[in-house]
């Protein structure tokens, strides 16, 4: 009854239709807001989601847009393409249908590295199938010469050489010249045999190694690959990107001072001083110039400080190279920009 809501009412009858749609904007723009941060594009109840926004303090509440109730409103989110939907014995659930264009992109990256990725395990297979085959095919011992053991008369005397590098027993006579070549015949093939036996084991040597860099090599790939889509991280400076919060701190720079939930940050304006609570959304990653110190914070290399060392301006990434811990020294090469920030 009091005169200000008096006042709101007379307002709101005039143009009732602006107001149920000025609100129900809002409570779409936020709920999605929600799933896309705290959920991504995995599959979730829609009572779960909706718990949570009407958690905080300062929500919209649903009697005040156009849908009635949270079935009707999952059912419409699938029907203008925001979201996947689907009713189960349980209820709906929802999957949010991320259309960012950047998205989208880095999708398209991540599915061509893998591609490149199992195009070079096939061929390190093939090849180390070839090493293999050419180490079988090398290894192989000439096979020995038999001769049947002929005695012309029973004076004839009969000696066998059991020398130990012989590879199978040789009979000789002190008269008979015809056994003597292929005695010779078959201590060279045992002694051919023994000569290959080295590079045999070198090849194999060589096999390990190579197999082994492979197994390096995937290892870095896959480090490339290990993401979070959270990236927050105390004492590394940011960019003020969201336009809620007026002119007076868009594009501004402050420094992260607390990190809650892993989503959220207390940030200080780096001219102002003024602190903010900002959610991840509205901030991002700062690019100091070449030589700087920066943080990565996303990817197999998380938590290691660096230098930049060179920015591709094309490919919005840089190279950094690592200054500290166990890998330093390492050049990390095509690191995207919002996977590492300058240190405070």
């Known amino acids: 009854m009091s005169e200000s809501h008096q006042r709101q009412l007379l307002l709101a009858s005039e143009n009732p239709q602006q107001f149920m749609d000025y609100f129900s904007d809002e409570f779409r723009t936020e709920f999605l807001e929600l799933l896309k941060r705290r959920f991504g594009t995995k599959r ?45 014995p349980k209820g709906w659930y929802v999957q949010y249908i991320d259309r960012d264009p950047e998205t989208i992109r880095r999708q ?34 000439e096979s ?17 050489n059991l020398g130990k590098s012989a590879s199978t027993s040789v009979a000789a006579t002190s008269k008979s010249s015809s056994v003597a070549p292929n005695a010779l015949k078959s201590a060279t093939a045992s002694g051919g045999a023994k000569r290959k036996e080295p590079s045999q084991s070198q090849d194999k040597e060589k096999k390990k190694k190579s197999a082994l860099e492979e197994i390096i090599e995937m290892e870095e790939k896959k480090k490339k690959t290990e993401r979070t889509d959270f990236w927050l991280h105390p004492d590394i400076i940011v960019k003020i990107i969201t336009k809620r919060l007026g002119d007076k701190y868009y594009k501004k720079k402050a420094v992260v001072k607390e990190v809650i939930d892993r989503y959220t940050a207390v940030v200080k304006l780096v001219d102002s001083g003024d602190k903010l609570k900002l959610d991840q959304t509205h901030l991002e990653t700062v690019i100091p110039a070449p030589g700087k110190r920066v943080l990565i914070l996303n990817g197999g290399y998380k938590g290691n400080f660096g230098t930049l060392d060179s920015i591709n301006e094309k490919s919005f990434s840089a190279t950094i190279i690592i200054d500290s811990g166990p890998l330093k020294g390492r050049k990390v090469e095509g690191l995207p920009y919002e996977d590492f920030s300058k240190v405070a």
Not at 44 to 69: C, D, K, L, P
Not at 111 to 129: N, V, Y
Not at 144 to 160: D, G, Q
Request: net charge negative.
């Open 44 to 88: 979730v109840h829609n009572n779960i989601v909706y718990n949570e926004y009407i958690s905080h303090r300062e929500h919209v509440h649903m009697n005040a847009t156009q849908w009635e109730t949270l079935t009707d409103f999952t059912k419409w989110l699938g029907r203008a393409g925001f979201c996947k939907v689907d009713e189960t």
């Open 108 to 141: 398209q990256e991540l599915e061509k590295k893998k591609k490149q990725d199992l195009d070079d395990e096939e061929r390190s297979a093939k090849f180390i199938e070839e090493q293999v085959r050419r180490g079988k095919g090398e290894a192989e011992p």
């Open 144 to 160: 020995p010469v038999y001769t049947e053991l002929n005695r012309e008369s029973e004076e004839e005397k009969i000696a066998f």
